[in-house]
């Protein structure tokens, strides 16, 4: 089904009430996913991209006001709807105090539903064309923001610039928090691709047999629970490009069909025998290190090369601490704007504790720090009483103390790995050449360091 009138995520307990609003939302053109509970919403919206989320108030396992706070934290800009029973419209008004966007009565009348949801819609629109306005970004243009100028920046933009326009197949490497979802979609909008879709699957999230029907497809009966025929994230991608995060998670059956995917161009949906052929270009991305998974019998080689045509390493950030104070003053605008605030300054002691801080969850950490400065700040500058208590207080950077004689062997080690890593860029292999060590152990010290 099309997802040009938008993409719904329906969370219900009864499954009939689920199964029957979603039928009806794709009969008209929705792209439709259900969920029983508030656990399972939140694995689907953090693997698939959703316009609204429609949920019941009262579920057993997590409620309707606790799906949406959870939901919102994650992803502050969807739109949430709340359906409850015809006659609690007070249950709905304290919904809408607590985060909802609207509401729907039970039982649901369609062409309600239908307003509702044509309503929430265009407030989302509208929301995002507010906010690529406010950056200063046209719509008819790339609308991500890679923020930083330092060294390793200014080299991965430069490759991000020189392979966008192929059609090679990219393998993104870098831990966890850098920013490897952001590199694939810059290069998708700055491809011949970018007016065709952007599909993100995450490998992990998902049991084998779910993973091969979410990438393939499958067809009415491949298994139980297989009520029709589903097109798979391959299909919808058809022309753009496809983002397999966490690709060292697929299981080794998988990894057979990907690699016939990647060597032909052309597949089977589940249960299907109908040969299908589709152009898509393949960016993949893991923290894991390949190489190593391939020795380990875990990855197969063959596929590790397909894959591995181009390589892009992100730079943790502890390697590029000019660009901390930037990134900090744009999660605060960004988070500002959210929450209807005006801050237009940060401490130089906040600058400096930021600068100094060895961020072992990268940009993501610094981002949900940076929004949390700005939920508690009440005037117009963060202030050091915003951070966390205990900020700062761990280090993964080197000594700068080193004396010979003075020091420990010990911290001389240390010094030399982490002075070479950053050098390296945040690349593992590289640091291990220069030392003259293998890359596993520059892995366990990097662990040992951040206390891991």
């Known amino acids: 089904m099309s997802a040009d009138r938008g993409r719904i995520l329906i969370v219900d307990d009864e499954q009939h009430a689920r199964e029957a609003l979603a039928v009806l939302l794709e009969e008209d053109g929705y792209d439709v996913r259900d969920a029983p509970d508030g656990f399972k919403a939140l694995g689907v919206l953090r693997d698939w991209e959703c316009d609204i989320l429609v949920t019941d108030l009262r579920m057993p396992v997590m409620d309707g006001l606790t799906l949406i706070k959870k939901a919102r934290e994650e992803f502050p800009e969807l739109t949430c709807l709340v359906m409850t029973a015809f006659g609690s419209v007070e249950n709905a008004v304290e919904a809408m105090k607590s985060g909802a966007d609207d509401y729907l009565t039970k039982p649901l009348n369609f ?20 906010d690529r306005l406010r950056n200063g970004v046209s719509l008819g243009g790339a609308t991500t923001q890679m923020v930083g100028n330092s060294p390793p920046m200014q080299k991965l933009k430069g490759m991000i610039d020189q392979v966008a326009t192929s059609r090679a197949t990219v393998l993104i490497t870098g831990e966890s928090g850098t920013g490897k979802e952001l590199v694939a979609r810059l290069i998708h909008e700055r491809s011949d691709r970018s007016e065709k879709p952007f599909v993100r699957l995450h490998c992990s999230a998902l049991a084998e047999t779910l993973l091969e ?16 025929q589903r097109t798979g994230r391959f299909e919808e991608a058809n022309g753009g490009t ?33 040969t299908i052929s589709v152009d898509v270009r393949i960016i993949a991305a893991t923290n894991r290190d390949l190489e190593q998974e391939v020795r380990d019998g875990n990855f197969r080689e063959d596929l590790y090369y397909r894959l591995n045509v181009i390589h892009l390493n992100t730079p943790p950030l502890r390697v590029r601490r000019g660009d901390i104070a930037p990134l900090a003053s744009h999660f605060v605008a960004k988070y500002a704007r959210q929450n209807g605030k005006e801050i237009d300054e940060i401490s130089p002691e906040v600058i400096e504790a930021l600068s100094q801080y060895d961020w072992p969850g990268n940009v993501r950490e610094l981002e949900n720090t940076i929004e949390r400065a700005v939920v508690l700040a009440n005037g117009t500058r963060i202030e050091m009483s915003h951070l966390p208590d205990n900020f700062g207080q761990t280090s993964f950077a080197p000594n700068s103390e080193i004396r010979i004689p003075g020091s420990t062997l010990e911290d001389i080690e ?21 030392l003259d060590i293998s890359v596993r152990k520059v892995q366990y010290k990097l662990k040992d360091y951040r206390g891991e």
Request: net charge negative; no cysteine; proline share 1%.
């Open 242 to 274: 496809l983002f397999l995060d966490e690709i060292g998670e697929i299981p080794m059956a998988t990894q057979v069909k990907l690699l016939r995917f990647l060597q032909e161009r052309e597949f089977e949906r589940v249960g299907g025998n109908q």
């Open 213 to 228: 029907s979410e990438l393939f497809g499958h067809e009415k009966g491949a298994f139980t629970g297989a009520a029709s």
């Open 111 to 130: 062409d309600a539903v239908e307003i509702v949801i044509d309503r929430a819609l265009e407030r989302t629109r509208m929301r995002r064309e507010l």
């Open 414 to 434: 240390r010094y030399a790995i982490l002075k070479t890593y950053e050098a390296a860029g945040g690349s593992t292999s590289e640091t291990a050449e220069v």
